[in-house]
């Protein structure tokens, strides 16, 4: 499958696709997350804890680089490369153990841990577009091809 575009036209929008991602998901994958400052990488991730039912603040790891959620049957863990020095950080934090195949892991700044990063099912790059935020879905692979047929169905 192609890239998917989607135009997200609000904050509300965006948090909403998160939800929606959740459930397509069905937390178990990697997704990268790619953008500016303040594209929005954090309201999607937002959104997509939220949708696999962690209720409460959903705060940016920037300080911490990891932060891991558990549910009843889901772990997900979200990552916020952006203060990361040196991508051999990562081997420090014991990185291969989070990227089991049994949990959900979003990467904010993926490429400031390359090298050290598995490929991802699905990357996302945010850019500005108009008031809202257009949005470029590039799947990697069989789970992210899938995961782009469903939303492709849904919001275009």
Same mark, same amino acid.
């Given at each position: ?14 948090v ?18 790619e ?18 039912g ?10 911490? /680089? %990891? =932060?891991?959620? &558990? ?8 990552? $916020? *490369? ?23 892991? /979003? %990467? =904010?700044?993926? &490429? ?8 991802? $099912? *699905? ?34």
């Amino acid at each position: 499958m192609p890239e998917l575009n989607l135009y997200i036209p609000d904050e509300a929008a965006m948090v909403g696709l998160g939800g929606r991602l959740a459930q397509v998901t069905a937390g178990t994958g990697v997704i990268f997350l790619e953008g500016d400052l303040g594209a929005g990488k954090t309201t999607l991730s937002r959104g997509l804890i939220r949708g696999l039912g962690h209720v409460g603040a959903v705060k940016s790891p920037t300080f911490t /680089l %990891v =932060e891991p959620y &558990e549910f009843d049957d889901v772990r997900a863990f979200h990552f $916020d *490369l952006y203060r990361l020095v040196d991508p051999e950080e990562l081997e420090y934090l014991g990185i291969r153990d989070y990227f089991d195949g049994q949990a959900l892991c /979003l %990467v =904010e700044w993926p &490429e400031r841990g390359a090298g050290f990063l598995p490929k991802p $099912d *699905l990357t996302i790059t945010i850019s500005a577009q108009a008031s809202g935020r257009s949005l470029i879905l590039s799947p990697l692979g069989s789970r992210g091809e899938s995961w782009c047929a469903v939303l492709a169905r849904e919001y275009i």
